[in-house]
């Protein structure tokens, strides 16, 4: 944590730099808290498709071109967008960020927001419009007007990327960002505007897709023989594990000073492993890690569907779109993962992993 | 040349390296200019591709201050070698203001700060000295969005009043260079455009950048890519955009 001595920086009346800004009283109520410096946030990056319903613009591009598209947002420039599906995921960050200040005033270890879009700058004054009608917190946004926006990701040292463009992600996930697909819904259950709930699969997301290709290429009994002669020998991590880590360390924030139970943040791992036999491997693995969920639920090959709708997390992220379907379904928002060897082969009609 | 050329004015010390020692015979090597002139022949083959009798085109002048007479043959000698440029301007020091004025000088180009009056920006060494096939021009939205409220954050970053009225200045100087290049991206559509032009806001507000964004408009330039930084570090974003020009007045030291 940066502590501020004060009497040190009232000494250097000479140096006209940044550092100036820190010597002044914390900010009034009035005024906006600094954004953190990115190699000490935890960096969402999010597209604006997925931050907003540009389900009607997007039409408009796909089906009249780009001049078209960009008119139209010109034409509409003072009217906001809808939320799109990580808008509440979005919100639940700025709650939890509100909390990590009261405890900690001076620290730059809270999540920072920037709008990645592919989008021209042509629409930008409406997305900026629409950020300020919503009240977000977003204050840094790259609209690369078309360029890829893998460098950009790079430079805010991103810790997860979301977007509907699933060819966008793969790209993210092939540099070594954490990145999930986005997809609009019909119905989107109401989630908490204070406790932020993030809840992973396990296999192909927080753990490598190795006993996963197992599995898709011998069988269930193979899959089951495997994990448990393999059991105390971690899995390899997957495209999330980082992100899992960054919520752990802000969690331990919060266990510092004595918000346990009450943790802003909770993590869920909802995984088709079974409790009996092949889960025991994925808990030995996260704790190895010393990582650990909130909650570990195996659901042995059932749905995940119905046990989502229960957690109501405010993202789900799984590798199989049978999955993100089968939690849309029922009002979660389901972020999709395009890593591994689900995304090769076609999924089995008999109990996926 | 006309009233809409876009005259730029380049230091021969950019467009060749006069540093390293020659052999008599050899052309002089290239320099950090080089890249940025090749960016504007092509934005002029295609101004010229779309409209034969275009008058709206860039003109680059080489400007040699206080060059020996050696120095001045060969660089005569190489610009043949590489470049078409369209004139050479010989002077000291003292004239050097006068000659960029006399020249309709819109934009002078340097990769030194150098202190001038007419509109100066930084000319960007490119990461490797291959030719990007667009000409890439940055402008600073924390000038072009300054207005009179906000000038409030500048203060809390520790510029002073003679600063700031500076900067004010200077995003008054901008705004001919800036309509010049609207026009010209204007000739281009939204994609395959040999021109591209980025707002970068590195500490200001996403109002602040709103404001720019909306300024630039007013003058008749809708930019192609824009940049809230809020404070992050630019290096990292510079060296992916890889801009040719970067006006920001010294802003971003």
């Known amino acids: 944590m940066n502590k501020i001595n004060h009497q040190q920086t009232a000494n250097n009346v000479e140096t006209q730099s940044v550092e100036r800004m820190k010597a002044k009283d914390p900010p009034t109520p009035s005024k906006k808290p600094k954004s953190p410096k990115p190699q000490n946030a935890v960096t969402i990056a999010v597209s604006s498709r997925a931050l907003f319903n540009m389900e009607f613009e997007q039409q408009i591009f796909e089906q009249k071109g780009m001049e078209e598209y960009l008119k139209y947002q010109l034409d509409h420039e003072t009217e906001p967008f809808a939320p799109g599906p990580a808008f509440p995921f979005i919100k639940a ?14 620290s730059e270890e809270l999540f920072d927001v920037v709008l990645m879009t592919n989008n021209h700058a042509h629409a930008g004054i409406r997305l900026i419009n629409s950020i300020n009608h919503h009240n977000l917190f977003v204050e840094r946004f790259c609209m690369t007007g078309g360029n890829s926006p893998i460098g950009y990701l790079k430079a805010y040292h991103t810790n997860l990327y979301l977007s509907a463009d699933s060819s966008k992600v793969r790209e993210a996930i092939e540099e070594g960002i954490a990145a999930a697909t986005m997809f609009s819904a019909e119905k989107v259950t109401q989630v908490s505007e204070t406790q932020l709930r993030v809840a992973f699969d396990g296999d192909a997301v927080l753990f490598s897709d190795e006993s996963e ?3 898709k290429t011998q069988g269930l009994e193979k899959f089951f023989e495997h994990e448990k002669t393999y059991e105390n ?16 360390k802000l969690q331990r924030k919060f266990y510092a000073k004595g918000h346990r139970i009450d943790c802003p943040i909770r993590t869920y791992l909802v995984t088709a492993r079974s409790a009996a036999s092949s889960g025991s491997r994925a808990l030995k693995t996260l704790r190895a890690w010393g990582l650990e969920t909130d909650e570990a639920l195996f659901l042995a090959g059932a749905p995940k569907g119905p046990m989502l709708a229960k957690i109501k997390p405010h993202i789900f992220f ?36 | 040349q006309s009233d809409c050329t876009l005259v730029t004015a380049v230091s021969c010390h950019d467009i060749f390296d006069l ?7 050899s052309p002089l090597a290239k320099g950090t200019a080089f890249a940025f002139i090749k960016a504007v022949q092509s934005v002029n083959e295609r101004l010229v591709k779309l409209s034969e009798k275009q008058t709206l085109l860039f003109e680059v002048i080489l400007l040699g201050k206080d060059c020996e007479e050696q120095a001045k043959s060969k660089i005569f000698d190489s610009a043949k070698y590489y470049l078409e440029i369209g004139k050479f301007c010989f002077c000291s020091k003292e004239k050097f203001e006068r000659t960029l004025q006399e020249n309709h000088v819109k934009l002078f180009l340097s990769s030194d700060r150098d202190d001038v009056h007419v509109p100066a920006a930084l000319l960007c060494q490119q990461a490797d000295q291959q030719v990007q096939n667009q000409l890439k021009v940055l402008f600073s939205g924390d000038l072009i969005g300054l207005t009179e409220d906000s000038t409030e954050y500048l203060k809390d970053l520790g510029f002073n009043d003679v600063q700031i009225h500076n900067f004010k ?10 309509m010049l290049i609207g026009e010209m991206r204007r000739r281009f559509g939204c994609e395959d455009s040999p021109l591209h032009t980025i707002l970068m806001t590195v500490w200001g507000s996403r109002d602040i950048c709103a404001t720019a964004l909306k300024t630039l408009r007013a003058w008749g330039l809708d930019v192609d890519e824009a940049f809230c930084l809020a404070g992050a570090p630019c290096t990292p974003i510079l060296t992916v955009l890889q801009p040719h020009i970067l006006w920001d007045d010294g802003l971003h030291n």
Request: glycine share 10%.
């Open chain 1, 213 to 215: 290709r197992i599995y």
């Open chain 2, 169 to 178: 200045a200077a995003k008054g100087r901008i705004q001919e260079f800036a």
């Open chain 2, 19 to 25: 540093q390293t020692g020659q052999s008599d015979s």
């Open chain 1, 318 to 353: 799984d590798d199989q779109m049978f999955h993100i379907e089968g939690a849309a379904e029922l009002g979660t928002v389901a972020a999709h993962v395009p890593y591994g060897i689900a995304q090769k082969m076609p999924p089995k009609k008999t109990k996926d992993i």
């Open chain 1, 93 to 106: 960050l700025e709650s939890v960020n509100e909390q990590l200040r009261n405890l900690y005033p001076d």
């Open chain 1, 233 to 248: 020998k971690p899995l390899d991590h997957g495209p999330l594990k980082g992100f899992l880590e960054a919520l752990g």
